[in-house]
């Protein structure tokens, strides 16, 4: 028997490190041990359903061989982490579009002449960018999907040093924070495999949500901020993601929205709602750069700088960043732009080659025709801008994330326009 987990955290030397018993640690073996280019082609571009073929000679051999209890994992959205826990009978109650579904059937076929017994179980993977480790370590959830009550026992087992917070962690000097122990969450694999769509869609619900009221507050006068901090007091609702802006991005939220979708599709269940949260999404951009035009009528030649190119703070992904498409956009109506991001500017010179990147936020201001607020980056609420005023052609501000505050900017001096608030 083995585990393989998430490529994400040395899963088989923190167990060594704590208190997990050598018989349990023995089944663990970390998935670079196994997985090669298929499993992170798979990660960065599988939408459709699982495809296990450009892996199966590395799984027949593994098979055949017979020496140890080993699975194999494909990363797909929503299945970052799997637990190859694993059974060789076929793909049994499984839905036939699940990747655990796909799993079992690659293990009956190459495994027939084997005298091991593999079980398949799902756990699906809650962390953030920036905070991954964290998360990892602190989760406020752990699922895991089985088939069988032995299965759950032994990753219970697994995560025991979590659920008991016994271990030495790196992100907190001196003791952790006080917690309450993670709810340990034993489902169907079915189950856990929707249970990472269904929570990233629901966030992404959201925002687009968030989005829809910061367009109505536009034209009826309302501001977003008040409205949202109104509605997520409601314990029913709560506070977070509730934030206008130029929309969502990354890898996550986009993908499992897009999987889910398809998902759906493939079961035969209509999931407009869905549909619709990616569709006000995609208007954002468009949105704004109506706002911009409005303030600057023609947009060729206008110095614009760009504060913030990744899809958040506190990380360098600019995977489906908002921020670079609407870069693009401005260069494609020839505005000379020029950007800057604490974190994500060595990445984005790889999509935007031919892009001015500035040394700092006020490099970005020098002689600007306006400037935009891409990301909420908190040192960007943190600048001097009374020099940032000061050095631009015109003292105009897009916050794309509404990240300061209208009145202190108006007086500051600038034409100040956010999203879903009284300009």
Known sequence: MILAYSSRFPWEKFSRKTSTPARIRSRIVSISQLAGPSVHRALEGARERVELAPAADERRSLAARNRRHIGHLEEVPGCDRLALSLQREGAGRLCPNSLAYELKRALAVYGQ????????????????????VADFLHPDRIVVGVEDEATGDELREIFRPILEQHFQCPVHAGSCPAADPPPFLVTTINSAELIKHASNSFLALKISYTNAIADLCERSGANVDEVTRAVGLDPRIGPHFLRAGIGFGGFCLPKDIQAFIRLAERAGADFALLKEAEKINRQRIDLFLEKMRRALWVLRDKQIGVLGLAFKPHTDDIRFAPALELIRRLLQESARVRAYDPQAMEKARHELPDLIYAADS????????AVVIATEWPEFRELNWERIRDSMARPLVFDGRNLLDPPQMKALGFEYHSVGRPD
Do not use: C, H
């Open 362 to 369: 006020y490099a970005v201001a020098q002689d600007a025709d």
């Open 113 to 132: 002449k084997s005298v091991t017994t593999f079980r398949v179980a799902s756990n699906p993977e809650f962390l953030r960018e920036g905070t991954a």
